[in-house]
């Protein structure tokens, strides 16, 4: 029963924010993924075309994002595994962590910028401007969903 109750727990746990205000959320609406909810954009003033155009984009960043973020688990799994190491030398230890850890977390924060810029780069200023009014933790809330599963890259099979 504790296996069964772990494993709801971490699913609840990796679910995403709600879209609408929950009680006692303050009435904070959560961003994450917000080009998929169309009454959200309809709010915003961002017609169905360019709301469509954001789509295939942060679709697209998202998903690199995602796999960004299962490489980054992974060189932190092995930095702590260094870490417990008596053999890894300090050196190498920071040397993982240069590499690989602050590369990978780099590149993740370099794919939400580019998603924000490309995103004040399509909207209007009056569409900035609701945005500003009605949200404005828009640009600093969390846009990407985290991965369901480990995200890799390369051909995909699906067996059946």
């Known amino acids: ?43 915003f003033g961002i017609p169905p075309e360019l709301r469509l155009k954001l789509a295939g984009e942060l679709d697209t960043t998202q998903t690199s994002y995602q ?9 932190r799994a092995v930095q702590s595994r260094l870490l417990l190491d008596p053999a890894s030398t300090d050196e190498a230890i920071a040397r993982h962590n240069r590499d690989e850890v602050a590369r990978l977390s780099g ?20 569409q900035l401007a609701t945005i500003a009014r009605e949200l404005p933790d828009f640009f600093g809330g969390r846009w990407f969903r985290a991965p369901a599963a480990r995200v890799q890259q390369g051909n995909v099979v699906i067996r059946k």
């Open 107 to 126: 590149a993740m924060q370099e794919q939400n910028f580019k998603a924000r810029l490309l995103v004040r780069r399509a909207l209007s200023r009056e």
């Open 1 to 43: 029963m504790s296996g069964f109750l772990a494993v709801v727990v971490l699913a609840l746990a990796l679910q995403d924010p709600p879209a609408e205000p929950q009680s006692g959320s303050g009435g904070q609406v959560s961003v994450v993924a917000w080009w998929e909810r169309e009454p959200l954009c309809k709010r």
């Open 67 to 75: 796999l960004l973020q299962t490489r980054l688990g992974d060189a």
